[in-house]
Each structure stands twice: as structure tokens, then as C-alpha cells.
């Protein structure tokens, strides 16, 4: 994953994209590949949604967002210097607190 | 981050939550998380929001929202058996055909 | 509609708010608001989601949502000197013939 | 805009469209349109973003867009039975009393 970031950086900066990374322009471009994501599946059943993969070419857009999402979460952390493993190791932590599960 | 991608598939199943957790209710779950990371910054001006962590209350909130997006990308990708770190970098392959940078 | 955008401009005047609401900052706030509608129903089946207005709590939400959608739609509207019902209009227009019913 | 809402309910049955539109699945559309709005914006300045109407192919598309936002926001309030234009009467009344107007 530093990997990945650091060739994320190295993207931006090798076209002079860094300009445009605003945390707030960050953060839009994420929400706008989040939606693309769900584009995918807005008029699909519960059961059509569970089968996505099984179409090749679904499965190409899926992954291709998936990816784009990634990419827009990973280069915000970069540039707002947070730790997205930690952060979500800590929010786990502190969900299990929230939501005991039964029988624990 | 296979090791988290477990922590929130047994959550998820010592709650019994995975019934819900069509690709279709994650993706939308997704995307509600990311745009309450661009709530955090529907107002402030670029500047303002390139200084969004110096202050530690923000901090702290645009840090949890980026765990709970990466928390329901990562859920995705279990369900759908998709590999977001392969994806990103096949992402970055393709980009880098794409948008050839100048001088290369 | 446009007593109610007339409304919204004196509320936001009246505030000194006008300073926020370029079209970039409420259109983020219009996909916050839409993301808001989205929570509502993201773990809720196709038939729970038929019948969310029978639990006043939730109506009471819901139609909160589509107050705050249509608001930051109406004020995007008057500040880029959009009519909304015309581009409706013409885009069921353009959609008639795109998409032809059959039959006719 | 009742005419409109007409308009979309015929447009809608006369493609056998209605099986589709659920309200969890038309908020998720209404979203999704939100984002495409957002999509214009995201690196453009807030400068910028003001002039977006003096480019005519970026002013069809912003229309085009509000047009695809009012529409899934029409067509969810007729499945909810919600009166649009009394909501956001209603909100602004209540904002009026949560955000008083200095000098008031």
C-alpha cells in the first residue's frame, strides 16, 4: 500500500495534478467514485447485485471503480498525513466497544 | 490489510450483520460514508481545507470517516473476492497509458 | 417554487451565508443531502423501503431529506440562473426520444 | 411541477420502468445524479466554478444534470406521497427558528 502511494504521488506530480489536490477536491473526487460504484447496481435486486461478478464485463467496471476509490482515499491520506490502517484498526477497536456482540 | 479485512468479516459475523451486507447495501453504505467526509468540507474555501487537521476535532472526524470508508471498501472487496491493492496498481498501469506525462 | 427560492435568498442574506454558496459548495452540499436520503434506506430490503412511510420517525426524516435536496437544488438554480422545471421539460423531451416506449 | 410529475409517471409506465424504482433504489439514483454535479465542479476553483454557465458545453451539461436530479427527486416523492413544495416550506419555517437572523 506505500507502494501504491507512492507511485500515486509520483503520477500526480510527474503532470503537475498536484495543484489540484485539495483535501476538499480530494474528498469530491472520492464521493464521485463511490457513486460510480453505485451506479452499478441502483436497478439491481439484492440477488442481481450478489451475482455481479459472473458478468465479465461488470466485474471489469466494479474493480476498475473499486480501484478509483482506492486511489482517491489513498492520496487523500497522503496528503493529510493520516495512516488509513490505523485509522481503521482504531475505528474497529472502538466499534467493538459500541456494538458488544451477543454471547461476549 | 488482510488482517483488518478479518477483524471486519468476524465482526460483521459475531453480529450477524452479514445479511445486509448485499455488494448493492455496501456500495450505497460506501457512498454515505464518503460524502460525510465531504460534509467536513462543503464550506471551507481550499486554504481552510488544506489546514483541516490542525485542528484536532476535525482531525479526529475526517479520520473516522476514512476508516469507514475504507471499512465498507474493504467489505465489498471480501464479498465480491476482489483484490483492491492488484486493482489499484492494474489502475495505475492503465492511467499511465492513458495520460502520458510530459517529457516521457 | 420560486416564492420558496425567493425565501431561500433572503434566508442566506439575512445570514451572510451568500459568501458560501458557490456553485461548487452547494452542489456538495446537494450530494451530501441526497447521501443523507441514501442513509435512510441502505440496509432496508426493496419492501422495507416500500413501506418507510409508515414509521413516523422515518417519514419525518425522509421528508426532511427531500426538503434539504430540493433546497440546496433551488438555490444552485437562482445562483447559475437555471430554470429547473424548464430543464426538466426539455430533458423528458430529449428522454422521449432516446428511450422510445414501445408500442408507439 | 405537478404536470412534470405526471409527465414521469407516464414516461415511466409506458416502459415498464415502475418495477425499478423502489424509493431505495430511486435514492440511490437521485445520488448518483447529485455526484454527476459534483463531477463538473470537483477541480475547479471556487472562481472558477462561479463562470461554469459562460461555457455553453459545460452549462448543457449542469442543466442536464439538475434536470436528472429534479427528476429522481419527483418521481421519489410520488412514490412517498410527498408533497415537495410544502417540505421545504416546512424546513425553511423550522430553520428559521434553529438559525435566527442577527438583528431579528
Known amino acids: 500500500m506505500a507502494q501504491l502511494q507512492r507511485r500515486l504521488a509520483e503520477f500526480a506530480a510527474a503532470r503537475n495534478w498536484q495543484q489540484y489536490h485539495t483535501p476538499k477536491n480530494l474528498v469530491a473526487a ?45 492520496q487523500l491520506c497522503e496528503v493529510l498525513d493520516i495512516d488509513p490502517l490505523a485509522a481503521l484498526s482504531a475505528k474497529i477497536d472502538r466499534n467493538e466497544e459500541r456494538f458488544p456482540a451477543e454471547g461476549t
Open 30 to 74: 472520492l464521493s464521485v467514485e463511490a457513486s460510480e460504484l453505485v451506479e452499478i447496481f441502483q436497478w439491481l435486486t439484492p440477488e442481481q447485485s450478489a451475482r455481479v461478478m459472473s458478468d465479465p464485463k461488470k466485474a471489469f467496471r466494479v474493480t476498475d471503480e473499486v480501484a478509483d476509490v482506492l486511489s482517491y482515499l489513498l
